[in-house]
């Protein structure tokens, strides 16, 4: 196809909070769509979207351009910032894009809004093109001042840190600066011999969005529409085609073809990295044989409060150890359960509560053995394979709980052993989402509160599905009659429709952490949460991974403050108490959990949860497992049946007769993600690996891969169960239910 004579390079996203309104993935389908061979994402002092841009760029066929627009102080306080776009051409461009970026918000003082100083490009600019900025750039800011020499002085500097690689940006924007100094950028560019570049900054994708962007900016500044003295969006602010910039650079076509020349030398996108640690052995075959042998003696430990054991129960530990360390290490993970290990043991050693493990986690021995965990998952019936599967490369995943007020310390004692600047926190992003983005556009039309929020109040707001406002318009008819009926509800709507699911505001992952083997700024852009004293990264949970950074979660949870506190008391009255040697099997304790009186139980304090509770009488341990697993949309249907079974008011019925085994300690019903691996190895001649592909298929719904799941499932109980075809996919769409 016939490319466009044009590429965009200053096109800012929605990562540009509350002043961009494009996403980044639409703005590759945008480049697609207008016939652009490529296109750069730019937004101030952050890079926050690239990844996900530069991804979406690949599957529309189109060059990613990764850039962004730097502040730069004028003076030495950082009180005058002007902006500098930079575009990555090569690794090297793209690490000092993301050391310049962490500079700009990590080095000043929280006052000030983010920027480097002049001097700290030095040594930072290999690999980076420049463009003068346009009117926020400020070269076009001293011309426009009359200040010619001083900005013959900035140019000079400019040519110095980016030799053939520095643009004199010309955009045409209905600005006072830029159209008063175009003629000086012109004369300075041909005197020079320095490049023109043709641009049209832009914050949103077509001109119907512009009182949305409009919208945007007064969120952003918590005004009304009507101020008078207030920031307003450009109307030319949106991503012109190649035949309007034509139009509008006619007379300066070597300015259009600079963007062709310019985007020719930044073919470079984020690398995609293997997991990189900090090393606690040197290297691989130290942590593999550090492993082997914390793991192994561990497992002594551990079993040694058991008393003796048969040499065949023995065994079994044995050999589930070794498959373990085997798949652990041909994964290449050691390191990681050694880092775990390492601040979890620390944790423990300085009286700080450790929750005993939840999550896929609590199926390995190995973490057991290495004290991650508190649970033996042989015991207990858990299956390693949910957690690390030989058959899918993907990160363990650890959830680990800290007493809440002392959670702080752990992160500190990381911090110090791997270096402040390798441990960063992980950033979130707040949406604008259906009620809070009308609360937003109705305050900015200054509509009455009542009214806002009766509308609100109209949008189902189900935790596991969020409606949207098009749903809500097409799904609620008292949502929908006030829209056709009150001009300034559909107004309202209108507005928030445009601006729905863009980021509103930026925060940290709840318990998230990346450790790296070095400074992280040579890994992933860096950004200041201004609540806390940590590094943030500006990269997602998502795209940190992809970036070779591994997460660990550090979960505060309060129920472990609680209960060292209530440890704590009891000793001032001479009871000792040790919370991990407590027995499974006290009949009080059932006794009050029948009466649903918990209060303040972890996961059992809901007042759904408690009437559960007092319907099922649960007698043991695994009774309890079982309804905090169905107490969940779709499972928690079962639990009238579960009761019924357990308290032998209805028969307990098995889907096959070979499933009994796995399923006689829920009365026949699936309540277990591992319940459901075991159905598949049994009945269908699944391996638990392959059984872990089949549950994490039934997760994702995806159809393709549903019905090639499906096939084999029911060819695999055909050939392992003697089962029909019509009963096995009766047994398939059971599990799938789960």
Same mark, same amino acid.
């Given at each position: ?28 389908k ?26 979406a ?71 980076l ?21 001083? %900005?013959?002085? *900035?140019?000079d500097?400019?040519?110095? =840190?980016?030799? @053939? ?5 010309? /955009? !045409? ?18 005197t020079?011999?320095l ?66 020349t310019?985007a ?5 996108a ?10 606690l %052995?040197?290297? *691989? ?5 550090? =492993?082997?042998? @914390? ?5 002594? /430990? !551990? ?30 993970f ?67 709980d ?11 004692y990381?911090?110090?052993?791997y ?44 935790p ?43 925060s ?21 949460d ?7 990264t500006?990269?997602?949970?998502k ?58 139980v ?27 697993s169905l ?7 079962n ?70 799941q ?15 075809a ?13």
């Amino acid at each position: 196809m016939a490319y466009a004579p044009f590429v965009p390079l200053r096109v800012m996203s929605s990562y540009s909070l509350l002043e961009g309104a494009i996403d980044p993935k639409a703005i590759a389908k945008l480049a697609k769509e207008r016939g652009f061979p490529a296109i750069a994402i730019c937004d101030r002092n952050g890079l926050y979207g690239v990844v996900a841009f530069a991804a979406a760029c690949f599957g529309e066929c189109i060059q990613p351009i990764i850039g962004t627009l730097l502040g730069v102080a004028r003076d030495a306080e950082g009180r005058q910032v002007d902006y500098l776009p930079l575009f990555a051409q090569d690794e090297a461009g793209y690490d000092n894009l993301c050391h310049l970026v962490s500079a700009a918000h990590l080095d000043r003082p929280l006052e000030f809004e983010p920027h480097v100083q002049l001097d700290d490009l030095h040594g930072h600019t290999d690999g980076l093109i420049a463009l003068t900025g346009a009117g926020e750039g400020a070269l076009a800011r001293l011309l426009a001042e009359g200040q010619q020499t001083h %900005a013959e002085t *900035l140019c000079d500097r400019l040519q110095t =840190l980016f030799p @053939d690689r520095l643009y004199i940006e010309l /955009a !045409r924007r209905s600005s006072a600066v830029q159209d008063n100094a175009e003629k000086a950028l012109i004369d300075m560019a041909y005197t020079r011999d320095l490049p023109l570049v043709a641009t049209n900054p832009a914050n949103f994708a077509d001109p119907h969005i512009h009182k949305a962007h409009d919208a945007m900016l007064c969120i952003a500044a918590s005004t009304h529409i009507e101020a008078e003295d207030r920031v307003r969006s450009n109307a030319e602010a949106f991503v012109k085609s190649a035949p309007m910039m034509e139009e509008l650079f006619g007379d300066l076509p070597e300015a259009l073809h600079n963007t062709l020349t310019a985007a020719r030398r930044c073919a470079f996108a984020p690398p995609d990295r293997k997991p990189i640690l900090p090393s606690l %052995a040197g290297d *691989l075959e130290g942590e593999v044989r550090l =492993l082997a042998a @914390d793991a192994r003696a561990g497992l002594d /430990a !551990r079993l040694a409060p058991y008393g003796e054991m048969s040499a065949e129960e023995r065994k079994v530990y044995d050999d589930r150890l070794d498959f373990e360390i085997d798949v652990i290490t041909g994964m290449g993970f050691p390191g990681y359960f050694l880092i775990v290990a390492d601040f979890i043991k620390w944790a423990k050693d300085n009286d700080i509560p450790v929750g005993p493990g939840r999550g896929s986690g609590a199926g390995s021995l190995v973490a057991w053995s290495l004290t991650i965990t508190d649970l033996d998952p042989i015991r207990l019936g858990l299956l390693f394979e949910r957690f690390l599967n030989p058959e899918r490369v993907s990160m363990p995943d650890f959830d680990i709980d800290f007493c809440e007020t002392r959670r702080g310390e752990v992160i500190r004692y990381v911090q110090a052993k791997y270096g402040a600047d390798h441990v960063a926190q992980i950033i979130t992003f707040g949406k604008l989402k259906a009620r809070a983005v009308l609360r937003d556009c109705g305050r900015i039309l200054q509509m009455s509160y009542g009214q806002v929020d009766r509308l609100c109040k109209m949008v189902p707001n189900h935790p596991t599905d969020a409606w949207t406002l098009p749903r809500t318009l097409n799904g609620s008819a008292e949502f929908r009659r006030e829209y056709d009926n009150q001009p300034e509800v559909k107004r309202l709507v209108d507005l928030a429709m445009d601006l729905e699911g863009f980021p509103r505001n930026s925060s940290t992952h709840a318990a998230g952490v990346v450790i790296g083997d070095r400074p992280l700024a040579q890994l992933v852009p860096l950004y200041r949460d201004p609540r806390s004293d940590m590094p943030v990264t500006q990269f997602d949970m998502k795209h940190v991974e992809s970036s070779g950074l591994v997460k660990f979660d550090f979960l505060g949870l309060k129920t472990l403050s609680v209960l060292q506190k209530a440890v704590k008391l009891l000793e001032k009255r001479g009871i000792a108490l040790d919370l991990s040697s407590l027995a499974w099997d006290d009949a009080a304790v059932y006794k009050l959990l029948q009466s649903g009186n918990t209060v303040g139980v972890f996961q059992l304090e809901s007042e759904g949860m408690r009437r559960t509770l007092a319907a099922v009488k649960p007698t043991n341990f695994g009774d309890i497992i079982a309804l905090v697993s169905l107490y969940r949309p779709g499972p928690m249907d079962n639990i009238p049946l579960f009761g019924k079974r357990k308290n032998g008011e209805a028969e307990i019925a098995y889907p096959h007769e070979k499933l009994e085994g796995i399923l006689s300690e829920t009365y026949g019903i699936f309540v277990y993600q591992e319940q459901v691996m075991q159905a598949a190895q049994i009945l269908a001649g699944y391996s638990l690996g392959d059984a872990d592909l089949l549950r994490r298929a039934m997760g994702k719904k995806v159809q393709a891969e549903m019905d090639a799941q499906r096939q084999r499932f029911v060819d695999g109980c055909k050939t392992v169960s003697q089962i029909d075809a019509k009963q096995a996919n009766e047994l398939f769409d059971l599990i799938d239910k789960f």
